[in-house]
């Protein structure tokens, strides 16, 4: 809610990141983590620099180790398939960054 509704990306960010420390070996975490920042380096860089306390690309380089992490725990159907396709599409970007 904090990262798509309000667009306080540190805030949300920060409580994901205390999530996942929590549960290190659950890979819908990772994956939400992943999810989370992408979304947030997107939305970032569809706006005009200016003081903003994030930047898209180390946002994008946070998700694609976010995703890889899941990826590590082996999640099953979906979850898989969506890590990897988010992860891809992560790489991609920063690529053309």
């Not at 805030?11 to 983590?33: F, K, N, Q, S, T």
């Not at 989370?36 to 946002?59: D, I, K, V």
């Amino acid at each position: 809610m904090l990262i798509t509704r309000r667009g306080q990306y540190a805030d949300g960010l920060a409580l994901i990141e205390r999530a996942v420390a929590l549960r290190p070996d659950d890979a819908g975490m990772w994956y939400a983590l992943g999810w989370c920042c992408e979304f947030a380096a997107h939305e970032l860089s569809r706006r005009p620099p200016g003081g903003e306390q994030l930047a898209p690309r180390p946002l994008y380089e946070r998700a694609a180790e976010a995703f890889r992490a899941c990826l590590a725990l082996h999640p099953d159907g979906k979850l898989q398939d969506d890590a990897e396709d988010l992860l891809d599409h992560v790489e991609n970007t920063l690529a053309s960054l």
